[in-house]
């Protein structure tokens, strides 16, 4: 196992390998960056194949959250961690007790919260342990913080608003047809916000239940998981997997848009250049799927206004607008466009240089 020679490894603060003798927890904290403030970033609990995997996942993570709080304008830098376990099989109090120590020896510079793998209930057994968790909130209609997946799925649709308004130079998603692939936590809110906003849904999911509650819920159409992707639809919302944006499958989109809560959907560069080069408006996905990060952020810091946080994850409009003007503007891909704003925010701008010293040599 590497950490300096990896692939993954991007200048990382500070990597932490934790064990715990009693529970068998172990894993890894991975800082990328604290030069925005504390490392923010949720806790994935999965069966990795191998420490390796698990690594490259810490390091990978820790990095994509650096840049999607900097976008956001969260003053916090960037950690995620990993729990290398089966939650189906290896559950306990004692774990999440012990995952709360091992956050609270970071003395704040890691702040933990829900990921894929962990609960609200999870949370809330890590905060008997320290301070520093949030996602743990209760309150009507989920208040401030709690389950993200709401708040994801309002910012997803404002980034949606943005793209569609981009592509087709018209307000609002009125008779619109959006394919949703995945109609699990986000997936399904995103249904509920779109079936609001007038728009026809086309779903696929591998749990044929959760298609079912969509069609009953707001009328959506269903079609085969593998059938979604080259559905006829004016805009797709990826909010299943990630990598599924790729050679094969962008040749065969319909849609003009493309806007989804799923994390890292191209499967490589190469593949924004491939959806510009088709004429497809693609919205960086970490910068339309932080609406859970603000808000788990703004209960971190004690804020009770809920008006107050939607209306921060509503300027993910703006913001995706800026993206897509200055790409427009400088004929670039949107998420290339992503990533050299949030280097700047960071001011790792000799970086940036860099990143676009990258992009001009690759399209001379
Ligand atoms: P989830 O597990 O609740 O939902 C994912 C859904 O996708 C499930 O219903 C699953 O059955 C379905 N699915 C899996 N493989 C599929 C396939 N091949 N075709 C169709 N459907 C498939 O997860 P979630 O919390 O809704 O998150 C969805 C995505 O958004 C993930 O990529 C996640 O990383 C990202 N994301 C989530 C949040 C959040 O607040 N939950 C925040 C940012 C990003």
């Not at 609200?120 to 301070?131: G, H, K, L, S």
């Not at 788990?296 to 003007?325: F, K, N, P, Q």
């Amino acid at each position: 196992m590497t950490i300096f020679a990896s692939a993954d490894f991007d200048g990382h603060e500070a990597v932490h390998a934790f064990y715990d003798r009693a529970t068998g927890l172990q894993g890894f904290v991975a800082l990328h960056s604290t030069a925005l403030g504390p490392a923010f970033g949720g806790c994935r609990m999965w069966a990795y194949d191998s420490e390796d995997a698990a690594l490259g996942d810490a390091l990978r993570l820790s990095r994509g959250m650096s840049y999607k709080n900097a976008l956001a304008e969260l003053p916090y830098g960037g950690g995620k961690a990993v729990i290398m376990a089966d939650g189906r099989r290896v559950r306990s109090p004692a774990l999440f007790e012990a995952f709360g120590r091992v956050v609270d020896s970071l003395g704040g510079r890691y702040i933990t919260a829900e990921d894929v793998g962990t609960s609200v209930e999870d949370m809330r057994v890590v905060a008997r342990m320290t301070a520093h968790v949030s996602g743990i909130a209760t309150g009507a209609d989920g208040g401030v913080g709690g389950d993200p997946s709401p708040k994801t799925a309002y910012g997803v649709l404002q980034g949606m608003r943005a793209a569609v308004e981009m592509a087709f130079g018209r307000d609002g998603l009125d008779g619109l047809t959006v394919a949703v692939q995945g109609v699990g936590h986000v997936g399904f809110h995103l249904c509920r916000l779109l079936h609001e906003a007038g728009a026809h849904l086309v779903v696929a999911d591998v749990a044929a239940e959760n298609t079912a509650r969509a069609a009953e819920a707001f009328g959506a159409r269903i079609v085969a998981p593998d059938a979604i992707l080259a559905e006829d639809a004016d805009v797709l919302a990826p909010c299943a997997l990630g990598g599924v944006l790729d050679a094969k499958s962008i040749p065969e989109l319909k849609a003009s848009v493309i806007a989804g809560a799923a994390n890292n959907q191209l499967a490589t560069d190469d593949d924004g250049r491939r959806l510009l080069e088709r004429g497809i408006v693609y919205a960086p996905d970490y910068a339309i799927n932080a609406g859970g990060i603000i808000a788990v952020a703004a209960e971190h810091e004690g804020e009770t206004d809920s008006a107050a946080v939607h209306a921060r994850i509503g300027r993910i409009y703006a913001r995706t607008m800026a993206i897509l003007e200055r790409a427009r503007a400088e004929g670039r891909p949107p998420h290339e466009v992503a990533d050299i704003m949030a280097r700047e925010r960071m001011q790792l701008a000799p970086q940036a240089e860099l990143v676009r010293e990258a992009v001009l040599s690759d399209t001379h």
